[in-house]
Each structure stands twice: as structure tokens, then as C-alpha cells.
């Protein structure tokens, strides 16, 4: 599906299908393309479109390059949070001087609501670079919301681990901790690498569109897309941010990693508890049976077999020989 952005009075309208010419129009999106529909765009903008095969490489090379006007650039962006599987997905950026295009293959929460924000703050997105760093900037603060969303449910782990009470067992409820841990990480792990790809996406935008990189000449200098000096403030700060989320994931991180150690710990005390017990029943249960042992056995010299009192002697005996192990257990505080 493709949809064409024009601005009109400070606000995004999207019109579906393909545009007939891209004079006037800001933005194209692309989600989940068909080849038909990439070579359509390839056509009208006049610069190739990552293919999704494409989009998955990993190599910087791949994810960010200048092709004629054009700057290509890949990130990695969560989403599925909202229905409880967080998937990693790629968005690629095809930034001309006046038309911005983006490919998707999942439809990520700051893509939708990137319509109402543009109308919040009339101005800020009145080109094609500022309307990238507008979406940047959605993308960013989607990551700090989920961040603050795992930093919550940590805490609530904590608080089920180390201070609440539970009427199952104890080995039920940190089953069901762990397998929520798992997916915390999961979450984590999506956004580490998407905090990566926007640490080296940013740094390369502000050489390509603020300046001349070492590696060209005057003469070889293409014509791309520029930022004002506000923009360029703006990615900036977008750069700040992402330092300040990258520290407080690790420190989620190392949150995350004590919980789940303390979890398999608590499991291992719960499983030894249980072997306390059976180990304690057995040796209660030891000398009577030995007892009744011998006093099972077949043998014709057996004096007590005769006593009018033998039999209650030996119930006695068995008793006494259960209590004293349970008397013992008890004193050293083993029980």
C-alpha cells in the first residue's frame, strides 16, 4: 500500500495511491510495497528503493549510504508491544531535497500518530528533512515510553519476588516470573538495537545534510537534502536523548539480570526446602522401620514372640524411635 503526504495549513493530508507527479508532494509511504509498486516510486522520484531483502542487511554500508541526492537510511524500531510480542522491523528513509520516502513492512504506533503531531507543532515540518526529524523524534520518545513501561513491570516483579505474598506456591508464581522476564529481555534486547541503529543513523544525517564529508571534493558534492541550523539543534537534542535512553536501558539491563538471578535462586531454595522435607521425613520413618524390620523376620528363637507384653513393647519401641530423631530435628532447629 502507498500513501502521498502534502502539507496544507500546517497539517499532513494523505491522499492513498501513487502520486502522478511528486511536485507538492512531502512525503511517501510505503508499506509492505509490492516490486510493482517500488519500481512506480523508483520511476517518479528517480532513485532506487531498498528492496526488503535489503533492509535486513546489517553492515552500515547497507543501512546508510548516499545515492545520488539521495540519502538511504535503516533503522531498527520495536514494534507489537501494545499485543504483548514485541517484534524488531526495519523502516528505511529515502531522504531527497524535497520528498521523503519511507519503507515499512509493519506499521510501528509513531508512524500513525505522525499526522496529529505534524499538526501540534505547525512549522517544524514544513520540508522533507524536518519531517524526518519529526518522525526521529516520534520514534525516540516511543522508545522512551516502553522503556518506562519495562522499568514499571520490573518493579512490579520486584515487589512480587521480594515483598508480596502469594496464595500458590511459591515455585508457580516464579515460573510465571521468569517466563515475564523473558519477555522484558526480549523487549530490551529490541531496544538496544534500535537505540544503535539511531546512534549511527543521526551523526551520519547531520555530516550529509549540515556539511561536506572528509571523503568529498567540491566538485563531487551532491545535491542533498539540508537542515537550517534549527534542524540541526534538533538532532542534537534527538542525540542527547538517546544517550540519556541508553544509559537508563543499562541500567534496566542490570535490573533485569539481578531479578532473574534472584528468581532461579529463589527456585533453587524452594526445590531444596522440598528436599529438606523428604529427607527429614525419611529419617523419621527410618527406625521404625527398622524396628518392625526385625521383629518381621522368621525365625524360630525369638523370646520376645512369646511375651504376653511383646507386641505393645514394639509399637512403643517404634514410636519412641521416631520421636527421638524428631526431637533432635527440632532442638538444632532443623524444622
Known amino acids: 500500500m502507498i500513501e502521498h503526504h502534502i502539507l496544507s495549513n500546517g497539517a499532513l493530508c494523505c491522499i492513498e495511491g501513487v502520486p502522478q507527479s511528486i511536485q507538492g508532494v512531502l512525503w511517501i509511504d510505503m508499506c509492505n510495497p509490492t516490486r510493482w509498486e517500488e519500481r512506480l516510486i523508483e520511476e517518479l522520484a528517480g532513485v532506487a528503493v531498498p528492496t526488503r531483502a535489503e533492509m535486513t542487511e546489517i553492515e552500515d554500508s547497507s543501512r546508510l549510504y548516499i ?3 539521495a540519502m538511504v537510511m535503516t533503522i531498527a524500531v520495536i514494534e507489537g508491544v501494545v499485543d504483548g510480542r514485541p517484534r524488531r522491523t526495519q523502516v528505511t528513509f529515502v531522504l531527497l531535497p524535497d520528498l521523503l520516502i519511507t519503507v515499512r513492512y509493519a506499521n510501528p504506533l509513531p508512524l500513525r500518530t505522525i499526522a496529529a503531531r505534524v499538526q501540534r507543532h505547525p512549522g517544524e515540518s514544513d520540508n522533507a528533512p524536518r519531517l524526518m526529524a519529526t518522525i526521529l523524534e516520534a520514534f525516540v520518545e516511543r522508545i522512551a515510553d516502553v522503556l518506562e513501561q519495562v522499568s514499571a513491570d520490573l518493579n512490579a516483579i520486584s515487589d512480587t519476588v521480594f515483598f508480596e505474598d502469594s496464595d500458590e506456591p511459591l515455585e508457580q ?34 555530516v ?60 533453587g531454595v524452594e526445590q531444596n526446602q522440598i528436599i529438606k522435607v523428604l529427607s527429614v521425613a525419611t529419617a523419621l520413618f527410618l527406625p521404625p522401620t527398622l524396628v518392625g524390620t526385625v521383629y518381621g523376620m522368621n525365625f524360630d528363637n525369638m523370646p520376645e514372640l512369646g511375651w504376653q507384653y511383646g507386641y505393645p513393647l514394639a509399637l512403643g519401641a517404634m514410636v519412641l524411635s521416631a520421636l527421638l530423631p524428631w526431637w533432635w530435628f527440632r532442638r538444632r532447629k532443623w524444622l
Open 67 to 69: 545515492d545520488g541526492k
Open 173 to 206: 508464581d516464579l515460573r510465571k516470573l521468569l517466563r515475564q522476564l523473558g519477555r522484558k529481555n526480549r523487549t530490551l534486547s529490541i531496544l538496544r538495537e534500535s537505540l544503535l541503529s539511531f546512534d549511527r543513523l543521526l551523526p551520519f544525517m547531520r
Open 208 to 267: 550529509a545534510t549540515g556539511g561536506k564529508t572528509a571523503k568529498m571534493q567540491d566538485d563531487d558534492m551532491p545535491q542533498l537534502a539540508r537542515l537550517s541550523a534549527k534542524g540541526a539543534m534538533r538532532l542534537k537534542a534527538i542525540e542527547r536523548d538517546l544517550r540519556s535512553l541508553s544509559a537508563y536501558e543499562t541500567q534496566i539491563e542490570q535490573e533485569l539480570t539481578f531479578l532473574h538471578s534472584a528468581t532461579i535462586g529463589l527456585i
